[in-house]
């Protein structure tokens, strides 16, 4: 059993902020957790608008706090997140969010990351593994 805290993380290297400067984000589960997701707390800043697309990842995103407008590229719907709401990227959508109060929220991705990983020009994630362990 694993018992931990967001406030444990904070500064280490689950804890990392976006090249963008638009998000950071805790990562409590990670990849060598080797439990197949992985778990985050992200913050997506007031006044940013950051443009995603997790082409070899499923993301689920529950907002706790703040509020974001979310756009689907892919159908170019619109929808307003606030605490309480949940979007789940499981067609890989193309998406944007443009974030009205600092917007926070729970991620959980299939499969994890290892936390190497930041966003390309294409708001995509590279798939990353874990070595084996021997
Ligand atoms: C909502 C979202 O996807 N934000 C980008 C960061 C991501 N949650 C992460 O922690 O890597």
């Not at 694993?2 to 990562?27: A, C, L, N, Y």
């Not at 689920?60 to 719907?77: Q, W």
Request: proline share 4%; net charge negative.
């Amino acid at each position: 059993m694993i018992v931990r805290s967001f406030k444990d993380i904070e500064g280490t290297d689950r804890h990392i902020k976006s090249k963008s400067g638009t998000w950071e984000s805790k990562r409590i589960v990670l990849a060598k957790e080797r439990v197949g997701f992985s778990v985050h707390e992200t913050i997506l800043y007031a006044g940013t608008e950051t443009q995603m697309w997790y082409a070899n990842h499923i993301e689920a995103v529950v907002c706790t706090r703040g509020e974001a407008e979310l756009t689907d590229r892919e159908t170019g719907k619109t929808y307003t997140i606030t605490p309480g709401t949940m979007y789940l990227l499981d067609g890989h959508e193309r998406h944007t969010l443009k974030v009205k109060e600092d917007f926070h929220c729970i991620c959980v991705f299939n499969p994890p990351v290892t936390g190497r990983e930041d966003h390309d020009e294409n708001g995509v994630y590279p798939l990353l593994t874990e070595p084996e362990e021997v």
